[in-house]
């Protein structure tokens, strides 16, 4: 017997389903899929290499007589964009929910579930359109298998049952920020250049790549303070290039802070710091 691979499962459900191949002759099962909350309602960021973990939580309510065992059947919930029927892509789960029984009937059983989607970027992610906001689906699939072949015969029957829409979730490009100070030492009155790039990752080259025309804070710390304030807004130029200058007054860390925008994900540099010495004394 095959191990029932759940990824694998939702994978050929919406390829086949993006075919128009006929499902199983089995009847669909009477289940329900409800509050659906996905990463805690916050953004998905995904970087170019590192695998995000995304929390999934909802309610199951199945019949009290239909088994789902991980092993020949599975349910469980996917993120989709596009249609159903014709999906653009798809990111499926490869490990069992846990599910804890929260109410039962005559004829039904009512569950809490938890289950973490591992979201790959070099697996699921491949262009820019893959951040915006995604569909939830729910899912149920089952597979009987004859592997003993001592008749003259095999068999493998695979049907699956699709549930759309029962919330979103929003995938964002990650950024990346940089922040060069100089010169160091500064001199107090003269001029300090701060200089940085804005990137932000490029799923189809698995690299980041520059943000060009974004407005970026730069922010300033004095040595002896916990706060950062705002000392002026910037705009990203050619391949993301950040560039400004401020007059120097006291020694201090300066950094730059992205708000984020629909597609990428906020972000904070960390804070490059300069020394500031006494202007000259004059004699």
């Known amino acids: 017997m095959r191990k029932f691979a759940i990824g694998a499962a939702v994978s050929g459900a919406l390829a086949l389903s993006a075919l128009a191949v006929p499902t199983a002759s089995a009847a669909t099962p009477d289940l329900t899929f409800s509050g659906v909350v996905v990463n805690g309602g916050k953004a998905i960021v995904v970087g170019t290499t590192s695998t995000v973990k995304i929390p999934v939580t909802y309610t199951l309510t199945r019949p009290a007589d239909l088994v789902i065992d991980y092993k020949t059947t599975a349910a469980g919930i996917s993120l989709y964009r596009g249609s159903l029927a014709e999906p653009d892509n798809e990111i499926g789960n490869d490990d069992a929910p846990t599910c804890t029984t929260t109410a039962t009937t005559d004829t039904t059983v009512t569950e809490s579930c938890t289950e973490t989607i591992a979201l790959d970027p070099y697996d699921y992610l491949y262009e820019a359109a893959d951040a915006t906001t995604w569909k939830v689906a729910g899912y149920y699939g089952h597979i009987d298998q004859d592997d003993d072949d001592s008749d003259g015969h095999v068999s493998l029957d695979y049907g699956y049952d699709m549930w759309g829409s029962l919330g979103s979730a929003q ?113």
């Open 171 to 283: 995938i964002k490009r990650a950024a990346k920020l940089t922040a060069n100070a100089t010169p160091e030492p500064a001199v107090a009155g003269k001029t300090i250049t701060v200089k940085g790039t804005l990137t932000r990752a490029n799923w189809e080259t698995s690299k980041y790549s520059g943000y060009k025309g974004q407005s970026v804070l730069l922010q300033f710390r004095a040595r002896n303070s916990d706060t950062y304030t705002t000392v002026k807004t910037v705009t990203s130029g050619t391949s993301g290039a950040l560039s400004t200058t401020v007059k120097a007054s006291k020694s201090g860390y300066y950094r730059f802070k992205f708000a984020g925008t629909s597609t990428t994900g906020a972000k904070t540099g960390a804070g490059d710091y300069v020394e500031v010495d006494p202007a000259p004394t004059q004699v």
